[in-house]
């Protein structure tokens, strides 16, 4: 697993095809896995997944082969994200939500529409 701090746990998330791990930093809460090595749709599902469950206060990771272009239309007004290439040439996303409240996302919709 890419860059988890050792302060990491793995936590069972209901439908998830990888493992997640659950660990705080600077205070904020975090949850990760790695879908780098996935293959289509494990990505998406694993992201609709992991936005579902995190509370307002906390931020998803996702590793990535490259980044979820195809992700980022579908929850663009519910969650903010960054992305960063990584020294092993996987991206790096992280997200968050934008406001306290319920999501308009649907978060059943993990087909791909991007590259």
Same mark, same amino acid.
């Given at each position: ?19 997640? +791990?659950?660990? #705080? @930093? &600077?205070?904020? *809460? !975090? ?40 992700? +980022?239309?579908? #929850? @663009? &007004?519910?969650? *903010? !994200? ?34």
């Amino acid at each position: 697993m890419n860059s988890l701090p050792q302060n990491a746990e793995q936590i069972e998330i209901e439908g998830a095809t990888v493992p997640f +791990f659950k660990y #705080i @930093e &600077n205070g904020v *809460t !975090f949850l990760q896995f790695d879908s780098s090595k996935s293959r289509h749709p494990e990505p998406m599902v694993n992201a609709m997944i992991g936005l579902e469950v995190i509370q307002n206060d906390e931020k998803l990771v996702l590793i990535n082969s490259k980044p979820p272009m195809g992700l +980022f239309p579908k #929850i @663009e &007004n519910d969650f *903010t !994200f960054e992305f960063d290439e990584l020294e092993d040439e996987n991206t790096r996303v992280v997200f968050a939500k934008r406001a306290k409240g319920v999501a308009k996302t649907d978060f059943k919709d993990t087909g791909c529409c991007g590259s």
